[in-house]
């Protein structure tokens, strides 16, 4: 081959292992011709680049999203979004007022699509991968080959928070497998070479489908990772998903330390509605000269009888409004003072404490995803605020469907790649299904669908 592609040469000879190779700048010009270089790979065992100070970033993004309800929805809303109403294959057609109309194809009418659809269960597919997009800005599709490496038999999904990159290699700066393994994260180190891990060669993005042919097949690679990503600012392995400024920024630990505060004041301090203090004169003033006489055990009794009493007549709706006696005595500077004093404490959850921190935590959280309050109904009850009028809604979904292009585009280039690779009818085009929501009085459904890429 002699291709280019942007700055990215086809090789025509390949030596030692699997790897990845990708040339940067490294294109040389003379009267406009173009000098592709060779690389001669050695057979080298990669380390893993950590995700996170201890291998643990997705997971702890995991751990502590799921504590939280209004990230949660937003970024399942999200999830539904992006899919819409799944994907759908149609071709563009000339109307008769000239204008290029979509046309849906059923899948059932294209046998190598529909037969390719089925083997890789592809509804099912999408799904985990948008997930994958959504929560962490990569997804790891891996595609398996055909013996002769002339057709991509099947593609399926690798967990994202399983996925780690190989270190780039020292000897030819490129990044050549992905490491995949459950036990990542959990706390311990892994053994790349233990049963537990799989390692897959990893193929650039950017390389045709005959490039990657040629290359597979020089190579003998009858299986490899092509990872899609939401566009990268500068990272050098892992995407930094905007949305996950919330985390770094502590608004997160806002929102999932006030429920936490709650239900600790809830279980401990709720539990106390009155301080009863007993000044000791009492006790000389009711029993006189056998309040000396008594033991310990007896005294403690009287005591807990006395508190148990009072307790029972304030307790209860029953006693709303009831009055009790105390006893007053001349203290020692001639002061007429009160033998017992009930203190009602006072209730740390009254007028919906911490609520608002916990209302502007949860909207910076929906804001960094991106999505607009009222279309998940965001509000705390007593708050002030609401859940959003119906034109609220309509407008933000239809804003955010129209945003989601660029993402779409993404999950797309899984079918075209594969589209590209197994020559697939090029007419054919793929996009997911828009709902877009209209007025009563346009459309007695409320919505109507559209096909957009």
């Not at 921190?357 to 929906?366: F, M, P, Y």
Request: proline fraction near 3%.
């Amino acid at each position: 081959m002699s291709d280019f592609i942007g700055n990215h040469i086809a090789v025509t000879e390949y030596k030692g292992s699997p790897a990845l190779v990708t040339f940067k700048n490294s294109i040389d010009k003379m009267d406009g011709a173009v000098t592709a270089v060779k690389v001669d790979v050695k057979d080298k065992q990669g380390v893993i680049a950590s995700w996170g100070k201890n291998n643990d970033y997705p997971q702890q993004v995991l751990k502590e999203v799921k504590k939280n309800g209004a990230l949660s929805s937003g970024l399942r809303f999200l999830r539904k979004a992006h899919y819409g109403n799944g994907l759908v294959l149609f071709k563009n057609e000339v109307s008769e007022n000239g204008k290029k109309e979509p046309k849906i194809v059923p899948a059932s009418e294209l046998t190598d699509i529909n037969a390719f659809f089925r083997k890789s269960q592809m509804n099912r597919f999408w799904k985990e991968t948008i997930a994958d997009l959504e929560w962490f800005s990569i997804a790891f599709p891996e595609y398996i080959l055909s013996n002769n490496f002339q057709t991509i038999n099947r593609v399926k999904r690798q967990k994202t928070a399983w996925c780690r990159f190989e270190m780039m290699n020292e000897e030819n700066g490129l990044v050549e497998h992905v490491y995949i393994s459950e036990k990542f994260g959990k706390g311990s180190s892994v053994d790349v070479e233990s049963e537990f891990v799989e390692k897959i060669p990893l193929i650039d993005s950017y390389w045709s489908a005959d490039e990657v042919r040629e290359y597979c097949k020089a190579n003998k690679i009858t299986k490899f990772i092509r990872p899609v990503f939401y566009p990268l600012i500068d990272e050098a392995y892992y995407p930094e998903s905007e949305w996950h400024a919330v985390l770094k920024s502590g608004w997160l630990d806002v929102a999932n330390s006030v429920p936490a505060l709650k239900k600790a004041l809830f279980t401990n301090q709720m539990t106390i509605k009155n301080l009863i203090e007993i000044d000791e004169q009492y006790y000389v003033n009711v029993y006189a000269e056998e309040w000396v006489k008594m033991t310990v055990d007896q005294r403690k009794k009287i005591r807990t009888e006395l508190v148990d009493s009072i307790n029972a007549g304030l307790v209860g709706n029953e006693k709303a409004g009831k009055s009790i006696q105390s006893m007053m005595y001349t203290n020692g500077q001639g002061q007429q003072v009160s033998a017992i004093k009930i203190t009602v404490i006072d209730d740390k959850l009254k007028d919906g404490s911490y609520l608002p921190e916990a209302e502007a935590a949860n909207s910076e959280g929906l804001f960094s995803l991106g999505v607009d309050p009222t279309l998940i109904g965001a509000g705390i009850p007593g708050g002030k605020l609401g859940a959003g009028s119906g034109s609220d809604k309509r407008e933000a979904f239809t804003i955010l469907s129209a945003l989601y292009k660029t993402n779409r585009e993404t999950t797309l280039e899984i079918f075209e790649f594969i589209q590209e690779y197994n020559k697939w009818n090029e007419t054919i085009t793929a996009g997911f299904e828009n709902t877009i929501l209209t007025t009563l009085d346009k459309n007695p459904t409320g919505s109507k669908t559209t096909t957009a890429s």
